[in-house]
C-alpha cells in the first residue's frame, strides 16, 4: 500500500483471490466438455488525481505485485488529460472481518465422476421421457471463491464463495412443429442443491413442457391483460429495470436519471435488489469495494428512491443532486449499496445486480385471475433484452391462455413487448406467493444474480406469436 502512495496514488486497493471450480457438458450421452481448473491472482486498483488505473497479475510474489502496482499507476497517470470527470470515493465503514462459506456438502469434496454420471443421467431420463425428444444438453457447473481484500484505507476482508449451477436444454419435433426447452437450478449452499433434484424429477419439468408446446396454439397478437409467475418476473425485472436502476447507466443517460425520486410504477410495485437473501445466489457479505452488502429498495409503492452504486457513483450522484436538486436528498438515497462486482480478479469491479425481485403484495394468486376473459398467463421465460430508452422485448417458453378467469390451452413461441416503466404503471394486481430462483447475468463480466418476486398482473402487455 505504501509503494503504491510513494508512486502517488491517493487510494489503492487489491484483491487477491483463489479460485477453484469444475464444469461438465454433456450432449445426449456424450460428453462435451470435462474441466477441472485452479487459478491466483491478485487485481489492483490505485486513484492518481481523480483517475484509475487498473493491473492484475497471476503471480503474487512481492517483486510483481509491486510491478502491477507500478504499471497501474502509470495507467491512472497516462489517462490524466483524456478524463473528463475526477472521481472521489464515498466514505464507507472501514472493516476487518473474515466469513467463512457455509456449505452442506462441498462441491470439491464430490468425486468427478459423481458429477458426471449425474449429467449423463439427466440426460438419458430427457431422452427416455418422450421419443419425440431428438436432442438433450445438460451443464454442471460449480466454483469455490477465496478472496482477501485489502485498501489503503485500512480494510481487510477475507471472504469465501461457493457455487453450484446446472442447466439443461432439450429439442422436440413432430410434424413440423419444433419445440425447446430449458431448465436450470443453482444455490450457494453446496452440492445438496443437485441432491434435491433426482434425474428423472428434473427431466420430466423439461418434457411435459416439450409436450404442452408441440400441442399448443399460437398466441394472438395485440395487447391483452395478463398474469406473469414469479419466474417471467424476476426475469424481466432484472433485464427490463434492474440495469436501469444501475448507477452508472442512470449517469450515462438512461431513462431513469430523470425519474429520481418521481412514480415509475404502480403503488403497488417495491422493488429490491437485496444481497442479503438467505441462499440467494446474488447474495454475499462484502462487495468487491469492501462495501457490506445490503438489502436495497429502489422503488417503494411505485416511486423510484434509489439506483444502486459503488462507491464512485454514490458521491457522483450525491454532489451532482446536492448541486441541482438539494431538497430531493431528504428521500432518494445517494450512499454506497454494495453493488461493486467483479467476475474475477483479472477485471475492475463495475456495478451488477445481486438479488432482485418485486416485493410480494396482498392478493391471492387466484385473485389476480378474477375479471379477466381472455388474456394469457406467461409462466417460464425464453429470454430477454432492454434497452436504456426504456424499450424491451422477450420471449417465454411456457404460456397458457387465461379463458373466463381459468388457465386454458397452451400457447408456444409467445414474444412480449413494451415500455417499461410504462409497464410498470399497469401493474394492478401483486401476490402474496413469493419465489427467487439462480441466474447468470453477462454484460461484459459474468455475474451470479438472483432473479424472482410473487405472481403479478399487467392490465394490458403487447404479445406477439415469435421470438
Not at 464444469?23 to 490505485?46: F, H, P, Q, T, Y
Not at 394490458?460 to 406469436?465: A, D, I, P, R, T
Amino acid at each position: 500500500m505504501h509503494y503504491g502512495e510513494s508512486l502517488g496514488a491517493e487510494f489503492l486497493d487489491i484483491r487477491v483471490q483463489r479460485l477453484h471450480d469444475s464444469r461438465i457438458v454433456a450432449r445426449n450421452d456424450i460428453i462435451e466438455v470435462m474441466r477441472l481448473s485452479s487459478a491466483r491472482g491478485a487485481g489492483i486498483r490505485v486513484l492518481v488525481n481523480g483517475v484509475w488505473g487498473f493491473a492484475s497479475t497471476s503471480s503474487l510474489d512481492k517483486e510483481t505485485l509491486k510491478e502491477a502496482i507500478k504499471n497501474a499507476v502509470s495507467m491512472a497517470k497516462g489517462a490524466q488529460s483524456l478524463v473528463r470527470r475526477r472521481t472521489v470515493l464515498a466514505e464507507v465503514d472501514i472493516v476487518e472481518d473474515k466469513v467463512t462459506a457455509r456449505v452442506e456438502i462441498d462441491p470439491q469434496n464430490v468425486p468427478p465422476e459423481e458429477k458426471v454420471e449425474y449429467v449423463l443421467e439427466v440426460n438419458k431420463n430427457i431422452l427416455d421421457f418422450d421419443k419425440r425428444i431428438k436432442s438433450a444438453q445438460s451443464s454442471y457447473g460449480d466454483a469455490r471463491i477465496h478472496q482477501i481484500y485489502a485498501s489503503s484505507e485500512g480494510a481487510y476482508i477475507e471472504q469465501e464463495k461457493v457455487y453450484v449451477f446446472f442447466s439443461s436444454d432439450a429439442a422436440a419435433i413432430e410434424n413440423g412443429i419444433r419445440a425447446s426447452a430449458r431448465e436450470y437450478y443453482g444455490s450457494t449452499k453446496g452440492y445438496s442443491i443437485v441432491k434435491e433434484h433426482p434425474p428423472d424429477e428434473f427431466a420430466k419439468i423439461l418434457g411435459e413442457r416439450l409436450q404442452k408446446q408441440l400441442i399448443a396454439k399460437t398466441p394472438r397478437g395485440g395487447a391483452f391483460p395478463v398474469i406473469i409467475a414469479p419466474r417471467v418476473i424476476g426475469l424481466w425485472t432484472q433485464e427490463a429495470f434492474g440495469h436501469l436502476s444501475e448507477s452508472y447507466l442512470a449517469f450515462s443517460g438512461a431513462v431513469t436519471i430523470q425519474k429520481i425520486g418521481q412514480k415509475v410504477a404502480s403503488e403497488l410495485v417495491t422493488i429490491i435488489d437485496d444481497g442479503t437473501l438467505p441462499d440467494g445466489f446474488g447474495t454475499f457479505a462484502y462487495d468487491d469495494e469492501g462495501v457490506k452488502t445490503q438489502k436495497t429498495v429502489v422503488v417503494k409503492e411505485g416511486i423510484l428512491v434509489s439506483f444502486l452504486y459503488d462507491r464512485e457513483m454514490a458521491k457522483a450522484f450525491e454532489m451532482m443532486l446536492r448541486q441541482r436538486a438539494p431538497n430531493v436528498l431528504e428521500y432518494f438515497n445517494v450512499k454506497p449499496t454494495g453493488n461493486a462486482r467483479a467476475e474475477n480478479y483479472r477485471v475492475n469491479p463495475i456495478i451488477r445486480m445481486r438479488n432482485t425481485y418485486i416485493a410480494p403484495g396482498d392478493n391471492s394468486v387466484d385473485e389476480l385471475f378474477e375479471d379477466i376473459t381472455f388474456g394469457y398467463y406467461l409462466v417460464a421465460p425464453l429470454g430477454g433484452q432492454a434497452n436504456i430508452d426504456g424499450t424491451f422485448q422477450g420471449g417465454i417458453q411456457e404460456a397458457y391462455e387465461i379463458v373466463n378467469r381459468d388457465i386454458g390451452d397452451p400457447v408456444r413461441n409467445v414474444s412480449f413487448s413494451g415500455n417499461t416503466l410504462e409497464t410498470l404503471m399497469k401493474i394492478d394486481g401483486v401476490a402474496k406467493d413469493f419465489e427467487i430462483r439462480a441466474g447468470a447475468c453477462g454484460k461484459g463480466q459474468a455475474a451470479y444474480v438472483g432473479l424472482g418476486g410473487p405472481h403479478v398482473r399487467v392490465k394490458e402487455l403487447v404479445l406477439g406469436g415469435g421470438v
